[in-house]
């Protein structure tokens, strides 16, 4: 340490980059899936918004004398069986889509991170009966729950969100549990655990900040899934009940007129595709930007 | 040294079986040692000799399937089985560590500010306000440039070095009677080594505590410790003053180490010497002496229990039945 040039290397600070949240957006605005997939579920979003004030008619009102319009100036879209205008139950139904995405998404999140965060933080047998709750509840498809739900109290949106929640459940607790377990090996729970903290401080102070990341990009590709399984419930007839609308009951209602016109199963099959690939670009992106790896690279 | 008071933290003939896959590891076997206010330990050996693992428990860090045996106590009071809540009152608090890799050592999500304050805010139960100021002068004194403008930064927008100060600042927050440094210059450039360590012997003077250094390099402990064990295959094999130790090496394990170590000014093409063999399975030691199988003057009698320890100088233990030979060859070692 005698060398003729002691430069004191660590005393050197390294500048501190642009704030996160700035570099976040900059980052995310030059990424494609990203911004395509946000588009796309603002898109559905808007919609749902808009018919809460404003519908070009009453998505509610049948007027049989005007059943299966083609599109037209008054009916962009045309109407259905029941003279409904297609455009209104399209906005309608994005509203119930995401009403079912966000409360079901809500009760696999809320249940299924606490659970996974008490198996990686408890192990043993709590980790093993936890597990072995969600494998036996993964087991059962969510169609087949929601029938059983169903059977027991009458379908309805109620049963197939529960129904949808219940099945999520599982998936968050394995994918909370295994990345809680991996920031569990990480040193600096070590050094959290040697500063003389429990259980319950480090899983709130220092496991869940990180994999926070993960469990957003999941819930948003969770959001996707649910959608699909409310349109699977509704065509089924177990979801939504008229006169309701819903892309899904939609689809089930257009079945029957296939061949007379067939453009009433593509718009809500479209609208439903238009949902689902955006939350999957938009969780894509998401998994991308907070990626912590590449977030250091600035 | 010269004060005549009780051992601040006291090991006896502690034990630590850990739960590999393989099998029960008898990772520590038989380590004592006793610490007063202001001494200094060092734990040398290769990886895998049990040095983290003796930390570790100490700490009351090591996983529940570890089983603890033998003695731990602090100022009298037992540690070894004591419930996980009351050790959490302990660690931090009264014996604190640091680790060996500053990188990982901090959480990415959280300022240094408030994981520095972590401990304080933990064990003191002051305000914000006061852990905050506490914070800073802690953080100065560790020698982190612009304290008081940095406590909100985040960890990767400090260097290893400086990481590894605050790291420091963390340990000592609550100011612990026994700090373990667990390899704390390990993953830093040389250049900064010797300022961490400098930094780290300020400290423990400044503030009477009690260190156990743990390392690999015999240079550091050579430089930093009053006393030193060397352990092997989870035994400590040889124990005592570090000037006793490094002056009248007792153990070919010693000599061995003392050997490999790489040299400067050393004539080029010069190859290192090693020690043959590799360090033995934990969960597979053999019934003799463990280093038996990578020793140059084993003999029958090694292989058949562990050699007890046997005084060589004051305070200067010796886990070896040939001692009469190694300490022969020893004054050999220190000249090569």
């Known amino acids: ?298 | 040294m010269s004060h005549a008071t009780a051992p601040l933290i006291e090991v006896r003939d502690l034990g630590v079986r850990l739960n590999t896959s393989r099998g029960p590891a008898q990772a520590v076997r038989g380590v004592s040692f006793a610490l007063r206010r202001g001494e200094t330990l060092g734990l040398v050996g290769e990886s895998g000799c049990g040095k983290s693992v003796t930390a570790l428990a100490l700490m009351g860090l090591l996983p529940d399937s570890a089983v603890v045996s033998g003695s731990v106590r602090l100022d009298g009071a037992e540690l070894v089985g004591l419930s996980d809540s009351s050790y959490c009152k302990l660690r931090g608090n009264r014996i604190s560590m640091i680790f060996q890799e500053p990188m990982t050592a901090l959480n990415p999500m959280h300022t240094i500010g408030r994981q520095v304050a972590e401990p304080l805010r933990r064990h003191t139960g002051c305000s914000a306000a006061s852990a905050r100021k506490e914070t800073i002068a802690l953080l100065d004194r560790v020698g982190l440039p612009d304290a008081a403008k940095r406590v909100d930064a985040y960890p990767h927008q400090f260097s290893g070095g400086q990481r590894q100060r605050i790291t420091i600042a963390m340990a000592l927050a609550c100011q612990p009677d026994v700090l373990i440094a667990d390899e704390p210059t390990t993953a830093l450039d040389v250049t900064i080594q010797g300022q961490i360590l400098d930094l780290i012997a300020d400290l423990v003077e400044e503030r009477g505590m009690s260190m156990i250094l743990i390392s690999h390099d015999l240079g550091v402990i050579a430089e930093n410790v009053q006393r030193m064990m060397v352990m092997y295959g989870g035994t400590v094999v040889e124990s005592g003053a570090t000037d006793a130790v490094f002056m009248r090496m007792g153990h070919p394990y010693t000599q061995g180490l003392f050997r490999a170590r790489p040299r400067l000014g050393a004539r080029k093409g010069t190859r290192l010497k090693t020690i043959a063999g590799t360090v033995p399975e934990l969960a597979d030691l053999p019934a003799g002496c463990t280093f038996a199988d990578r020793c140059g003057i084993v003999e029958a009698r090694c292989r058949v229990a562990l050699p007890a320890a046997v005084g060589v100088g004051a305070g200067h233990d010796v886990r070896c039945l040939r001692t009469d030979v190694s300490m022969a060859d020893a004054a050999g070692a220190v000249r090569v």
């Open chain 1, 1 to 298: 340490m005698s060398a003729p040039l002691t430069v004191p290397a660590d005393s050197a600070a390294i500048a501190p980059g642009a704030s996160p949240a700035t570099g976040f957006w900059r980052r995310a605005l030059r990424h494609r899936s990203f911004v395509l997939g946000a588009a796309l579920s603002l898109l559905v979003l808007g919609a749902a918004l808009l018919s809460l004030v404003w519908t070009p008619w009453s998505a509610y009102d049948i007027d049989i004398a005007s059943k299966l319009h083609p599109p037209s100036a008054a009916h962009w879209l045309g109407t259905d069986v029941f003279g409904r205008d297609i455009v209104s139950l399209l906005l309608v139904g994005a509203r119930s889509t995401i009403m079912v995405g966000v409360i079901a998404v809500g009760i696999g999140l809320t249940f299924g991170v606490c659970l996974g965060l008490i198996a990686a933080a408890r192990k043993g047998w709590t980790e093993e009966l936890i597990m072995r709750m969600s494998d036996f509840t993964f087991a059962f498809p969510a169609v087949l729950s929601a029938i059983m739900l169903a059977a027991v109290v009458g379908p309805g949106m109620l049963t197939s969100i529960t129904a949808i929640g219940i099945f999520q459940i599982p998936t968050f607790v394995r994918v909370t549990r295994g990345s809680a377990n991996a920031v569990w090996a990480r040193e600096f729970i070590l050094a959290a655990r040697a500063a003389g903290k429990g259980g319950f401080r480090i899983t709130i102070e220092h496991v869940l900040p990180n994999i926070l990341s993960i469990l957003i990009v999941q819930a948003t590709i969770q959001f996707a899934l649910a959608i699909l399984a409310e349109a699977a419930l509704s065509y089924l007839g177990l979801g939504t009940q008229p006169p309701q609308p819903s892309w899904g009951r939609m689809l089930n209602d257009a079945q029957t007129l296939l061949f007379q016109s067939p453009m009433l199963a593509v718009y809500p099959g479209a609208a439903i595709a238009i949902a689902v690939l955006g939350l999957n670009l938009l969780g894509d992106g998401l998994r991308d930007l907070l990626d912590p790896r590449l977030a250091r690279e600035r």
